[in-house]
């Protein structure tokens, strides 16, 4: 399973940074990803990384903003996310695949294991 955590209430111009514990899998095999929803829209992929090679997936929406990064030691995914602004306000998920890398790995279909969601809200 998968535990996030550090969502909270941010200005606009403020960082957050996420957390994601795993436990029960055995995680370095696997790709991980953080997805977001906002009220009335899809979940999309906001962030992925590869298991051991460092590859990263990035939307444009967050590029230069946000960082992922993993500690396989720890089981654990962070993402730290910088310069927020209101539209990043969404409940943020972590997300494991088994599949590989490829080219639709920030498609939320692909992902076996989920977290339970972190809400993340950005005042103007």
């Known amino acids: 399973q998968l535990q996030a955590s550090g969502g909270g209430l941010v200005q606009a111009g403020g960082s957050l940074r996420l957390s994601c514990a795993a436990s029960g899998f055995t995680f370095d095999e696997y790709a991980i990803g953080w997805f977001r929803q906002a009220p009335g829209k899809e979940r999309e992929g906001v962030s992925c990384i590869s298991r051991s090679d460092g590859s990263t997936y990035y939307a444009d929406s967050v590029k230069g903003r946000f960082t992922i990064s993993r500690d396989n030691a720890k089981k654990t995914m962070y993402l730290q996310m910088n310069r927020l602004k209101p539209e990043d306000t969404a409940v943020y998920y972590c997300?494991?695949?088994?599949?590989?890398?490829?080219?639709?790995?920030?498609?939320?279909?692909?992902?076996?294991?989920w977290g339970q969601g972190t809400q993340v809200t950005v005042s103007s």
């Open positions: 997300a494991a695949t088994s599949k590989g890398w490829g080219p639709l790995i920030s498609a939320p279909d692909g992902y076996d294991i």
